[in-house]
């Protein structure tokens, strides 16, 4: 099955500053990776994601950058405003398994003013 | 766009009663939806997949018989905490596919506060 392991835990950046957030994969077969946002206390939203047939996408001041010979794929942040702070979450399908979501641990973001 | 309603956002109740969460897909039809729980400052576990008109699937070292997973149409499932416990407290969420294919976002309801007492 998927494993997916995120880095780092924290995250502490300068208001206005980029930010970026790795994970890595464990199946080559894999083929769909979203990224997630969570603040305190609320669900996760989906703000970003890439599928296994391009390499990278952006919206806005997000992008996110994927490596499939590598097994990683990251979340760029640029610009970053108070408001991003929060935790986020990747993911990657689990095809052996009812293609469910194996997640990555979180990264907590800190935006500092 | 896709949106999973959930409901209660908060409960509290007494050891040994069992509480029901729903899980609604408002605008697309959902044939598997997703129960996670999580714990302060981690990430989602996933509990079991709910997949209409059949049996929830489990995942390991979550029991069955406590976790009653219900999902009889295309539009609900229910998770219900049979006898609930102090440590079955936590923050449940239910998520489910807005697409047709398996590869498509995942969108998640608010989520359930539960407290046990």
Redesign the interface.
């Known amino acids: 099955g998927e494993n997916v392991e995120q880095h780092p835990s924290t995250l502490s950046v300068q208001e206005g500053d980029s930010a970026v957030i790795k994970c890595t994969y464990s199946d080559s077969a894999s083929n769909y990776f979203p990224w997630y946002k969570q603040e305190l206390g609320k669900r996760p939203q989906l703000i970003i994601d890439i599928r296994s047939n391009v390499g990278e996408k952006k919206d806005q001041r997000i992008a996110v950058t994927l490596n499939k010979t590598a097994k990683h794929f990251s979340l760029h942040i640029t610009e970053t405003q108070p408001e991003d702070s929060a935790v986020y979450f990747c993911a990657a399908i689990d095809g052996d398994s009812n293609y469910q979501l194996i997640w990555g641990a979180g990264t907590k973001l800190i935006i500092k003013p | 766009g896709a949106v999973v309603s959930q409901h209660p956002s908060r409960v509290i109740c007494k050891s040994g009663t069992s509480v029901k969460i729903e899980c609604r897909s408002l605008d697309f039809q959902a044939t598997?939806m997703?129960w996670y729980r999580q714990f302060p400052k981690?990430?989602?576990m996933?509990m079991a997949?709910s997949n209409e008109g059949s049996k929830a699937?489990y995942e390991q070292g979550v029991e069955k018989d406590k976790f009653l997973i219900n999902h009889a149409s295309l539009t609900l499932s229910t998770l219900t905490v049979t006898s609930a416990h102090p440590e079955d407290s936590s923050f449940y969420?239910c998520s489910a596919r807005s697409g047709g294919v398996?590869?498509?976002?995942?969108?998640?309801?608010?989520?359930t506060?539960l407290t046990v007492t």
């Open positions: 598997t997703f981690q990430s989602l996933l997949t699937t969420i398996n590869n498509s976002p995942l969108h998640f309801g608010n989520g506060r």
